[in-house]
T-cell receptor, first 114, second 112 residues
Framework: SQQGEEDPQALSIQEGENATMNCSYK?????LQWYRQNSGRGLVHLIL?????REKHSGRLRVTLDTSKKSSSLLITASRAADTASYFC??????????????FGKGTHLIIQP | DTAVSQTPKYLVTQMGNDKSIKCEQN?????MYWYKQDSKKFLKIMFS???????INETVPNRFSPKSPDKAHLNLHINSLELGDSAVYFC???????????FGSGTRLTVV
């Protein structure tokens, strides 16, 4: 069954603006991860946040996690044309993403207008 | 020096045929996976394989079978292909409880 739901499904912004994507999930998690997928390519791991963490930064990325609301957000600051891609959140259960794998949301398609 | 490589990149075949997709990882990861991405980009896990333990998603038809000759390889065999099997199949690997997954570039399977 589907775990994550990203919001919005599609987002178009001007280069230089910030982009925020949200993800909601249903069950308890060990960690939550965000991935990027460029058109016709595989997924690239961006950032992992554990269930006992509330915020994490990596370069222009900022991820928050609210386990009480079962939600996460991904903020990309100072967006660039190269950020155009689909972004997926994925949750890992008790195994930490091992035997039972990751459960992915439907993704947010982000378009950065030059 | 590709971390997770899968072949072929494109596969077009007729209904009823049997085909295989190969996957190899050179990261020393202990777990490998197969995911299916449908036309709406929804990703669903099919299998995970860790230290000879195979976990199968119960929704996967038994026409699909993973085969792992060693820790670095997890191939996907599909028998009696159907039109609905058309999708992009991704192989991935991870070191359990550390970091994230590393994905291959995908195999676009088209059944005609």
């Amino acid at each position: 069954s589907q775990q994550g739901e990203e919001d919005p499904q599609a987002l178009s912004i001007q280069e230089g603006e910030n982009a925020t994507m949200n993800c909601s999930y249903k069950t308890s998690i060990n960690n939550l991860q965000w991935y990027r997928q460029n058109s016709g390519r595989g997924l690239v791991h961006l950032i992992l946040i554990r269930s006992n963490e509330r915020e994490k930064h990596s370069g222009r990325l900022r991820v928050t996690l609210d386990t009480s609301k079962k939600s996460s957000s991904l903020l990309i600051t100072a967006s660039r044309a190269a950020d155009t891609a689909s972004y997926f959140c994925a949750t890992a259960g008790r195994s930490g993403g091992g035997a039972d794998g990751l459960t992915f949301g439907k993704g947010t398609h982000l378009i950065i207008q030059p | 020096d590709t971390a997770v490589s899968q072949t072929p990149k494109y596969l077009v075949t007729q209904m009823g045929n049997d085909k295989s997709i190969k996957c190899e990882q050179n990261l020393g990861h202990d777990t490998m996976y197969w995911y299916k991405q449908d036309s709406k980009k929804f990703l669903k896990i099919m299998f995970s394989y860790n230290n000879k333990e195979l976990i199968i998603n119960e929704t996967v038809p038994n026409r699909f079978s993973p085969k792992s000759p060693d820790k670095a390889h997890l191939n996907l065999h599909i028998n009696s292909l159907e039109l609905g099997d058309s999708a992009v199949y991704f192989c991935a690997s991870s070191q359990v409880r550390r970091y994230g997954y590393t994905f291959g570039s995908g195999t676009r399977l088209t059944v005609v």
